[in-house]
């Protein structure tokens, strides 16, 4: 038996101020435990949805959902749709061929994705979107900080955790409201951000990435323009603040009627971010000092992702003084640069610490600069990093950048590739073998190993006082940092 679906709730065609309305509609989220999701399931409820979802996953997000009073299934079923659903709200994960996506076609529901769902909660409100090829989780972490630091008390979705935020996601005390700011991430992948409607968008960086979806840096680009388009084409209405060194702001800016302003190093910036002794930090507004403030990261890029931060939270209303006070108090977030802990060396004739960092890093522009960092901010006698490669499309792709991105590490361990969304075609295409004999090439000791566990061992075995451990990639290379820093205090 089908039912006859109502009008549609997120229509692509809407006016940009044309806000969502839910109060009383059954909504159902497929994946509800990812942090998006999770996110977005809350705000749908906190403006008046009846809202269940599903996922196979469990974890501390979907019992901290379950806490809260929200119906979640662990079966991924047709039968765990509920009856009486208006629409199926699917996470990137979810295919056609999911059972529950099978169950809301035969239905005749409306069926739409994450971006899909978050860009229409952002008609109507003073949406502000972080774009880049890498940054985006940390940018936007720091302005949802600065922003409930200064009272603004904005909603936001985060691709990671960050426990002074409250975790990933949350939902203002004045959702559904026109002056609610709805703060996220604006991902490229699957040009996911196209779905978007935002009043302020910041464009951290362009680099090459996700070639499994995109056929080069010129349709990369034109992907970030068509973003750039979907602000309000008016100077009083919309604004994109966009990196001035990068090479194609010219291309993606061409044509905006929006308010748009650089930001970087370079005096020529309308924003310039100046780096001063002692991780202090200057942001000059043509030539103005106008925020100050103490980098509480190590790395040129956490100061100029803090500024960009600051720049979108000025635009949202937050004073200059307490904005910089907010930054200097940031606390981090998970996986990035994140610090565990020591562990401690003893063996026979070996005895001392070594620290331990893990990032999430897994470009190769990211893999640098984070290395360099951690390198000019710890001083260590050796840096061993231990980097898992995310997808065999992206490692086969930019085989030639990851062979240069390692130049501060001392030793390189590398497990098998992290298999996620490629086919099987491209997963036989390129190995770990392969990037390991491409960085002994360039002169970099690396060596595969393989499993994480066996990892873990050679590290017990082989790390000497006063190394700098850093595991890096997407995939589950956290594992061995955890299981390194055990029993340890940070």
Not at 119 to 131: E, T, Y
Not at 194 to 203: G, K, S, Y
């Amino acid at each position: 038996m089908s039912q006859v679906a109502p009008a549609l709730l997120f229509p692509a065609n809407a006016a940009h101020d044309a806000g969502v309305e839910l109060s009383g509609r059954r909504l159902h989220f497929s994946g509800i435990g990812g942090s998006g999701m999770s996110g977005l399931a809350r705000m749908a409820k906190k403006r008046g949805a009846q809202v269940t979802g599903s996922d196979k996953g469990g974890g501390p997000a979907v019992e901290a959902l379950q806490t809260e009073g929200f119906a979640v299934s662990a079966e991924q079923t047709e039968a765990s749709v509920p009856w009486g659903t208006e629409v199926l709200v699917i996470s990137a994960a979810i295919k056609n061929d999911h059972p529950e996506v099978v169950e809301a076609r035969r239905r005749n529901l409306e069926i739409v994705k994450y971006a899909q769902m978050l860009g229409a909660l952002m008609r109507g409100r003073i949406g502000v979107a972080i774009a880049g090829t890498h940054g985006k989780s940390t940018t936007t972490s720091i302005l949802a900080h600065i922003l409930i630091s200064t009272g603004l008390d904005p909603s936001f979705i985060v691709g990671a955790n960050c426990p002074q935020i409250g975790g990933g996601s949350r939902t203002s005390g004045k959702a559904g409201t026109l002056q609610e700011v709805l703060v996220a991430e604006a991902c490229e992948y699957d040009r996911s951000f196209h779905n978007f409607h935002p009043t302020h968008a910041v464009i951290l960086n362009v680099e090459a990435d996700h070639l499994d979806i995109y056929s080069g840096i010129e349709e990369i680009v034109e992907s970030f323009a068509f973003f750039a388009r979907k602000l309000p084409q008016h100077p009083n209405q919309g604004s994109l603040l966009i990196h001035h060194e990068s090479p194609h702001r010219f291309k993606i800016t061409a044509g905006l009627d929006c308010k748009v302003e650089t930001i970087g190093f370079a005096t020529q910036a309308d924003w310039q971010v100046e780096i001063l002794p002692a991780a202090q930090v200057r942001l000059r507004h043509q030539g103005e000092v106008v925020c100050a403030f103490h980098s509480p990261m190590p790395g040129d890029h956490f100061a100029y992702n803090a500024s960009c931060a600051a720049v979108l939270a000025r635009r949202a209303g937050a004073p200059w003084e307490e904005i910089g006070k907010a930054i200097t108090s940031f606390a981090g977030l998970d996986r990035r640069m994140q610090r565990l802990g020591q562990m401690k060396i003893e063996r026979p004739g070996v005895s001392g610490q070594a620290t331990i960092i893990d990032d999430y890093g897994h470009h190769p522009t990211e893999i640098d600069t984070t290395l360099r960092a951690q390198r000019q901010y710890y001083r260590p006698k050796r840096l061993v990093c231990v980097f898992q490669p995310h997808q065999h499309s992206r490692t086969r792709f930019l085989m030639e950048e990851f062979a240069t991105a390692f130049s501060a590490a001392n030793v390189v361990m590398v497990p098998e590739i992290y298999f996620s969304r490629d086919s099987e075609q491209e997963r036989r295409a390129v190995t770990a073998g392969d990037l390991v004999a491409r960085l002994r090439k360039c002169g970099v000791t690396a060596w595969h190993v393989s499993p994480l566990g066996a990892i873990v061992e050679q590290l017990r075995e082989t790390a000497r006082d006063g190394d700098l451990i850093v595991t890096m990639g997407a995939g589950d290379v956290w594992t061995v940092s955890h299981e390194l820093v055990k029993g340890a205090v940070i």
